[in-house]
């Protein structure tokens, strides 16, 4: 079991077992790479994990819609752990989340290389950004097809952040286990003065 303190909110992330495909048509799998709440407990610009996890959920949430959260060992590319989650999702739908913060809904029966939404500037991700994503990814799961979450484009954001966004990759890609199955998880998002 991971236990993440982030300051306001503690996150605890615990091994269910192996994952398996959805049978509910309005879940939204959440997909988390390797070391996500983990080994790292914040994106690149320091937004908690569990911060991140509690809009996406909430998003989701808020449509009505259900989520699973499954970790992706076997690798650490955004498209194949998006897309392995959409497989594994009764809607097909699904996000996938890096460590870092880049984020991307996928849909089961688009190409890996294709997505229905790419969020790839993670220094421009925010909390808001997050919440508008797994709420897109719930209205995908019934069935509508919603404006794209607008995408902040920053283009010094790569120069800026392109050195510890390679570092913060390879790290990752440490905690990648070459096979690995998807595991679900039992995710517990609370203050840090709770019990």
């Given amino acids: 079991m991971a236990d993440t303190g982030t300051g306001t909110r503690i996150l605890e992330i615990t091994e269910r077992g192996p994952a398996e495909r959805g049978t509910r048509s309005d879940e939204v799998v959440i997909g988390l790479s390797p070391a996500f709440g983990d080994f790292f407990s914040k994106t690149i610009v320091d937004i908690p994990h569990a911060e991140v996890l509690r809009e996406l959920l909430a998003g989701i949430e808020e449509q009505g819609a259900r989520s699973r959260v499954i970790r992706f060992r076997g690798g650490s590319d955004l498209a194949v752990i998006a897309h392995a989650a959409a497989k594994l999702s009764g809607s097909g739908i699904a996000v996938g989340v890096l460590s870092r913060g880049t984020t991307m809904i996928h849909q089961k029966d688009l190409v890996r290389l294709s997505n ?19 709420r897109n990814a719930a209205r995908y799961a019934k069935g509508e097809s919603p404006e794209p ?26 905690f990648v286990v070459p096979g690995a199955a998807p595991v679900e998880l039992d995710v517990r998002i609370r203050p840090a003065d709770a019990g």
Avoid at 117 to 122: D, G, I, M, S, V
Avoid at 127 to 133: D, G, I
Wanted: net charge positive; proline share 9%; hydrophobic share 45%.
């Fill in 116 to 134: 229905l939404e790419l969020f790839p500037q993670a220094p421009l991700m925010d909390l808001e950004t997050f919440r508008k994503v797994g």
């Fill in 149 to 174: 979450v607008p995408a902040r484009n920053d283009f010094m954001a790569r120069p800026r952040w392109q050195a510890k966004a390679a570092l913060l990759h390879i790290k990752e890609t440490e």
